[in-house]
């Protein structure tokens, strides 16, 4: 039986649009009969591919121009291109966390910024993207950033390290197992470490250092990059990162490399499965620091290495999209971009993101960045490319990559069950404008309402900027109120202006949040 010929769940709705034919050739206007419908087509590959901290305006297809990203502007500019497209968190690990499993992060209350060393975050019996798309016969592979924990705890990285992606529905892995900043420095491919030398075991602690090793604060002479915050712990490649190692010489990757050596492993898997429907998560390592661009993107951008590293990650899209091309799957494959989280200049190393930053605004206009409530934080480039199957649209429908679980499921005719994802495939392929209602997002363990035209924030205790990154969080003593279709850059509280609006969104928010959201419950509306 030829595995790849099934009938396509949702196809009646897509035949009786008149949009595609079965053949997948766009046929505007012609009637088709249901009979067409039970025509065979190909079952779609899917392919997330997202990026790491990259902001809303770091695309030259969402405004930016100091920056020319043409390879992912063609995704955006022949696909869908969402313009209230979020991560549900402003960091990696619990956007990553909803990514994959369709709930909220904040209902876990481990789905934080987690060390190399942590535990598997997402349950073994949890349903996940991955496992969705194994019940209906597809193939699943990861290829590149993790950070989702691994192991129970205590992991000997010298072992097979489970569970890990390979045991929450994953075929295949290919991964770093936290950040690139972040020790092991190592690829784990299904579970083992690639290129260990079983003499020079590997060994890691997140707490203190190993008798005689080099660090950041011992041997500053060692370093090719100086760190400004944190980052002051192992030396790796002249890098110094997050948490003590020992050994693993030979295993340790290329920083210059990983970008190359990710789009290798990630254009084999295309090879090698393209007999079959496959889904793969591509999770890209730029631009997060360290910003180690290949020596050809050295320079190109003239923003330093966080352009150069985003000039890179463009090039590898493009790379990428080839290679389907090649293999003749364009038109077989849907392909979603996105990035978990908004920018950061600053993030702990001295490489010139702030000082080189010249005319380019990476947050778009928006307000905030990485770790903010405010809309940088979560409002990210995001994309559905389908060669063939979508049409060139901009949506301003609100959308959140949770979302995605539930809605693929309907794309496949999967199951899934009970989770905060909500079904918008026709959004998602640009049939439809009717996005969510509303939406929860998450900083940092604070949360937020999206509504539609607003934003709306409850009052928070803390700094209003984290200094050191020089992002405003999104902290008020005072409920915060925007609308951010007309003010986009959040300038404008409308708290005290709208008290009755005010009063609805909080409703609606504790509605799902329930009450226990903030330390700062006594400012209660009156
Ligand atoms: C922070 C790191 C930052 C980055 C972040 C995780 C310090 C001072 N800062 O704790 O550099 O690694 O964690 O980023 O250590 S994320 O995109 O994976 O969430
Ligand atoms: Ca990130």
Redesign the pocket.
């Known amino acids: 039986m030829n595995f790849r010929k099934i009938i396509l769940s949702g196809l009646l709705a897509v035949v009786a649009t008149g949009m595609v034919s079965c053949k997948g050739e766009a046929k505007k206007g012609v009637t088709k009969t249901a009979s067409d419908a039970v025509k065979q087509v190909t079952k779609p590959n899917v392919v997330v591919i997202y990026l790491?901290?990259l902001g809303y305006g770091d695309v030259s297809a969402y405004g930016g121009d100091a920056l020319k990203t043409p390879n992912i502007d063609k995704l955006a500019n022949e696909g869908v291109k969402f313009t209230n497209g979020y991560a549900s968190s402003a960091?990696?690990?619990p956007?990553r966390y909803a990514l994959l499993t369709g709930v909220y992060p904040w209902r876990n209350k481990k789905a934080k910024?987690l060390p190399g060393t942590a535990p598997l975050l997402i349950s073994t019996t949890q349903q996940t993207l991955p496992k969705m798309f194994k019940a209906k016969g597809y193939d699943t592979g990861i290829v590149g950033?993790w950070?989702l924990g691994l192991g129970i705890g205590h992991t000997n990285w010298n072992q097979h390290i489970s569970p890990g992606p390979n045991e929450v529905g994953f075929d295949s892995s290919y991964i770093m197992a936290?950040?690139q900043?972040?020790v092991p420095t190592v690829y784990i491919e299904n579970g083992n470490v690639v290129g260990l030398d079983p003499k020079d075991p590997i060994e890691v602690n997140y707490k203190e250092n190993f008798e005689g090793e080099d660090t950041a604060i011992s041997n500053p002479e060692k370093l090719k990059m100086t760190w400004h915050?944190?980052?002051n712990n192992s030396i790796v490649n002249g890098i110094p990162r997050?948490g003590y190692m020992k050994g693993g010489e030979a295993a340790k990757w290329v920083d210059e490399d990983m970008a190359d050596h990710f789009l290798a492993k990630a254009k084999t898997y295309v090879k090698e499965h393209k007999k079959n429907p496959f889904f793969l998560y591509y999770a890209m390592q730029q631009p997060?620091?360290p910003r180690t661009p290949h020596p050809r993107f050295v320079g190109k951008s003239g923003l330093g290495p966080r352009g150069d590293v985003i000039l890179e990650a463009d090039w590898v899209v493009g790379e990428f999209v080839k290679t389907l091309e090649a293999e003749g799957l364009l038109e077989n494959t849907l392909i979603v971009l996105s990035s978990?989280?908004g920018p950061?200049l600053n993030?702990?190393?001295n490489d010139d993101a702030v000082e080189k930053l010249g005319n380019h605004d990476p947050k778009g206009g928006l307000r905030g960045g990485?770790y903010s409530l405010y809309e940088a934080g979560t409002k990210v480039p995001f994309i559905t490319y389908w060669k063939g199957h979508i049409q060139p649209k901009v949506s301003d429908a609100l959308v959140c990559q949770m979302d995605l679980l539930t809605s693929l499921a309907k794309l496949v005719d999967g199951k899934v069950e009970g989770t905060d994802s909500e079904e918008l495939l026709d959004v998602f392929l640009g049939k439809s404008d009717d996005g969510r209602a509303s939406l929860i997002l998450e900083a940092t363990s604070r949360t937020a309402l999206r509504k539609g035209d607003w934003m709306m924030i409850p009052p928070y205790k803390g700094v209003t900027v984290n200094k050191?990154?020089n992002i405003e969080l999104g902290n008020s003593k005072e409920f915060q109120l925007y609308n951010v279709k007309e003010d986009k850059g959040q300038q404008h509280n409308l708290a005290t202006q709208k008290p009755e609006l005010l009063k609805e969104l909080l409703a609606d928010f504790e509605a799902v949040r329930g009450k226990n959201y903030s330390k700062t419950q006594a400012l209660e509306l009156k």
């Open positions: 790491d901290d960091t990696c690990t956007s910024i950033k950070h936290a950040t900043d972040r915050h944190g980052h997050i997060h620091v978990d989280n950061v993030d702990g190393y990485k050191k990154v």
